[in-house]
């Protein structure tokens, strides 16, 4: 009887050893693989937009194209924030060191595309700010297989993102 | 095999793998969060090179001198590895050594930053030794390889844009620019102005002309008499029509701050509400005569002449001594007394420049008819290969109807080529300085000069620009190779097509007074009518809405926007200014406006609803009394006007005698 028993409890463990570990573990390599493939994607993306002050439609496009080639689902998140620096072009000698009130209008992912689908371009500024966020939305193999040992709820839980935000430093042209 | 077995083999055998899979990834994903990180860096710290430059060029009033550029580069140089090594744990030293080089371009030429041997040759130019220098000698060529005793960091010569081009009898070298001005100098067909129009004559002789390339069929002079208010021309629609935009003379006035406190007529100080005195400010007309502003202060009696120039922070009257001959008749013919007694200071600027480059783009159709890019030949005088061919196409021919190449638009046969040296030249010069860099390096990396995209090149080659190199710099298994190009057209560097702002105001005042980009929709979609609420004040170069800086003392700085105006409060200029304000449409949010080229040609090219090219507004199109085709007519006549006139002013260190 003790026998089976510990039998028993040795192949499930060794189908734990034997399966559930290696395919936990090559599953989490995937993700980070996916992960790293995102960032880079997404620090391409932003520097592009910084280095020459414009985000235009096929960018934006080739972008998500590159993400979803990992083989999930994500969320782009992207908000820009437009710089008016000195919205009352003015200094007043009692202020001297105030050099503007620099005020951000910002916009959107909804926003963003739907400028980008209107004028297939969006032309931005020097001292504008893109930041993009970028959050799986699929459950991985990997979420899966954890979810089974040890349940995770909510909806914050993301296996694979990436986050880059800069400062745009040329003013954009045609 | 008992299943025990099975399963020890197995997690032998799976172990391993999962740990190396584990660990080399992890690795992969050190090196690119180390690579991100460097780009980051790099891209901050050309950023930052870049905005020194511009900082330190606007606020300087002798920055297109050649000595001063050079002071405001190294300054710029020394920001770039400031930023590059502030947030990092490699110091200045280490990080030197994985920069191979930095590339500044300007308006006609650029510089690069790099290593270089620190030595003087033996002999001079005539053979002769040179004895007095108190130098080590070297005998041997590899002393130089080893160690760094006799290598530095530093600027390099300026390089100018240039091509050589051959053809029959002409031997010249041309100098481009970023925009359409260049300098020719070598063998030329002989020529003389007769009336209005270049003849050839025979034989050839060694020449220099420079000058703005225009197509001179778009110029028609109207009025170039003795009165210089009166001068007018026509910058016509079409090279065959009639209507045209107007450009003549015109007032232009600008803000200025003095570090002197105002004082009332008995010499006492003059204090705001809290208490404070207040600094002498107030709007003057200027002209630009030498590349240099001269204003004119209405209400000075006491001095010998009203005009001043800008010079530490006040007015610095021009004496009527006998050296100040020139420029005062200059300025005297420019004054106006209007029927109230009152004068005005009016610039002829925008009009010297059409004429001027008319006369110019003439000559030069003459003389280099037949030159296209097939003629470009190099040092040797071999045939130099460009990546985009245009042909047996006439370059600098810009008055053939039938071959069109207005030198203002892009993608003119003209500035194809002015693209195509630029880049040739760049990328030769470059490829040396970096492939060089292998001597001085004491790394195992190999230095080379990367391929750059079209993009870059694009930016490269129509704007001013830092493109920095970091190479080498070991990364996990691999070495960061990177570059980056920042562009920026705030200095007085260059007027850009895109670097004219237009003012708009309340019409007969100075309320509301609001700038645009040329291309602006929302200032397209403005009645311009003799009783429309507002009017077109002017057009002026960008980098008059800069803020500029006046230095009290140390850590005591005040500040000024030259394009803001004067509040007077009980009849002296107060403490604040009236503002001016961005257009939200095109300033703050510029995604939605037109290019310069459409403003420059009077037509609004669109994509309509079947993806097809479609001029929209035209100021030739008849059937529209549309209020935009009125629109784009004023916008272009102001637009032109800034334009030359700005491009005009620009300071020509390396261009002597302009327009010759």
Same mark, same amino acid.
Request: charged share 20%; net charge negative.
């Given at each position: ?17 034997? @399966? ?24 391409? @993306? ?8 414009? #985000? ?7 972008? #998500? ?6 083989? !999930? ?12 620096? !000195? ?29 980008? !689908? ?57 | ?67 001063? $550029? ?18 990092? %744990? ?49 005998? %041997?060529?590899?002393?130089? %390889? ?10 390099? =010569? ?8 051959? %053809? ?30 270049? /003849? ?35 910058? $016509? ?143 040797? *005088? ?105 562009? /920026? ?9 895109? /670097? ?7 019409? *007969? ?52 926007? =030259? ?98």
């Amino acid at each position: 009887m003790g026998d089976s028993l510990i039998t028993i409890v040795a192949i499930f463990l060794a189908a734990i050893l034997m @399966f559930v570990f290696p395919l936990m573990s090559l599953a989490e390599r995937t993700d980070d693989i996916a992960e790293l493939s995102v960032t880079t994607a997404t620090d391409e @993306f932003v520097d592009n937009i910084r280095t020459t002050g414009k #985000l235009t439609w096929a960018e934006y496009d080739q972008y #998500l194209q590159t993400i979803n080639a990992t083989g !999930n689902s994500f969320d782009v998140d992207i908000t820009i924030y437009q710089l008016d620096e !000195n919205p009352g072009v003015k200094v007043t000698q009692a202020e001297p060191t105030k050099i503007g009130e620099n005020l951000y209008y910002a916009k959107y992912t909804t926003q963003v595309e739907e400028e980008l !689908n209107k004028y297939g371009r969006m032309r931005l500024g020097e001292g504008d700010l893109v930041s993009v966020s970028v959050k799986n939305t699929n459950q991985t193999i990997a979420q899966l297989l954890r979810n089974f040992f040890y349940q995770l709820t909510g909806s914050q839980t993301y296996q694979i993102m990436a986050e880059k935000s800069a400062i745009v430093a040329v003013n954009g042209s045609n | 095999m008992k299943l025990q077995y099975i399963a020890v083999i197995f997690i032998i055998i799976i172990v391993p793998i999962v740990i190396i899979t584990t660990t080399y990834i992890n690795s992969q994903i050190t090196t690119i969060t180390l690579q991100n990180k460097y780009n980051t860096k790099l891209t901050d710290a050309t950023y930052d090179a870049i905005k020194a430059f511009r900082i330190n060029t606007v606020n300087n009033r002798y920055s297109s001198i050649s000595d001063s $550029k050079i002071r405001d580069i190294e300054a710029a140089v020394s920001t770039f590895f400031n930023t590059l090594t502030s947030t990092g %744990d490699l110091s200045k030293r280490d990080i030197d050594a994985y920069v191979p080089a930095l590339l500044f371009t300007l308006y006609d030429g650029y510089y690069i930053y790099s290593k270089y041997d620190n030595v003087v040759p033996k002999e001079n130019a005539d053979g002769d030794e040179i004895s007095n220098l108190n130098m080590k000698i070297i005998t %041997d060529e590899t002393e130089l %390889d080893t160690g760094d005793a006799y290598n530095t960091d530093g600027l390099k =010569p300026y390089v100018f844009y240039s091509c050589r081009y051959k %053809d029959g009898g002409s031997d010249f070298v041309v100098n481009y620019t970023l925009d359409n001005a260049i300098t020719i100098y070598g063998t030329l067909r002989n020529w003389e102005w007769a009336g209005n129009t270049c /003849n050839l004559k025979s034989g050839y002789s060694y020449q220099t002309l420079s000058g703005y390339l225009i197509n001179p069929n778009y110029v028609e002079i109207i009025d170039n008499g003795a009165n210089p208010i009166n001068w007018k021309l026509k910058y $016509k629609y079409t090279e065959s029509g009639t209507e045209a935009s107007l450009i003549k003379s015109e007032i232009l006035t600008e803000h200025l701050l003095f570090t002197n406190y105002l004082q009332d007529a008995s010499g006492n100080l003059i204090y705001d509400t809290s208490g404070n005195p207040i600094y002498d400010n107030g709007d003057y007309e200027y002209i630009v005569y030498n590349g240099q502003k001269i204003y004119y202060d209405k209400n000075e009696t006491t001095k010998p002449t009203p005009y001043f120039y800008y010079n530490n922070y006040g007015k610095s009257f021009i004496s009527n001594a006998e050296h100040n001959k020139d420029v005062l008749s200059y300025l005297n013919a420019r004054l106006s007394t209007e029927a109230d007694g009152s004068h005005h200071l009016y610039s002829t600027n925008a009009f010297e420049y059409y004429r001027d480059a008319k006369r110019f783009s003439e000559i030069i159709s003459k003389l280099t008819d037949g030159i296209s890019q097939k003629d470009a030949v190099d040092l040797q *005088g071999n045939n130099i290969e460009f990546d985009v061919a245009t042909g047996d196409r006439d370059i600098f021919v810009t008055n053939d109807s039938s071959n069109p190449n207005d030198p203002l638009l892009s993608k003119s046969i003209f500035d194809e080529n002015r693209m195509q040296v630029i880049r040739n030249s760049i990328k030769t010069n470059l490829a040396v300085a970096i492939g060089n860099y292998n001597r001085y390096s004491t790394n195992s990396y190999q230095y080379s000069f990367p391929e750059l995209d079209e993009v870059d090149w694009g930016k490269i080659t129509n704007e001013v620009s830092v493109i920095s190199f970091l190479q080498g710099i070991p990364i996990g298994y691999k070495f960061y190779n990177s570059y980056c190009v920042i562009t /920026n057209n705030d200095n007085e560097e260059v007027v850009k097509k895109d /670097n004219i702002y237009i003012i708009t105001k309340d019409r *007969g005042t100075e309320n509301n007074r609001e700038y645009h980009l040329p291309g602006c929709t929302h200032l397209m979609e403005c009645e311009f009518d003799d009783d429309s609420d507002i009017e077109i004040e002017r057009g002026y170069s960008s980098i008059d809405f800069l803020r500029q800086t006046v230095r009290i003392s140390e850590d005591n700085n005040i500040y000024f926007y =030259p394009q803001t105006r004067v509040n007077m409060i009980g009849g002296h200029p107060s403490k604040d200014t009236k503002n001016i304000t961005a257009c939200y449409y095109c300033m703050v949010n510029a995604t939605n406006v037109y290019s310069a080229d459409d403003i420059i040609k009077g037509e609004i090219v669109e994509l309509n609803e079947q993806e097809q090219e479609e001029v929209m507004i035209s100021v030739v199109n008849d059937k529209g009394t549309t209020v935009e085709q009125k629109a784009l007519e004023k916008i272009r006549e102001y637009y032109l006007t800034a334009l030359g006139r700005e491009r005009f002013n620009l300071y020509q260190a390396n261009m002597s005698g302009f327009n010759t």
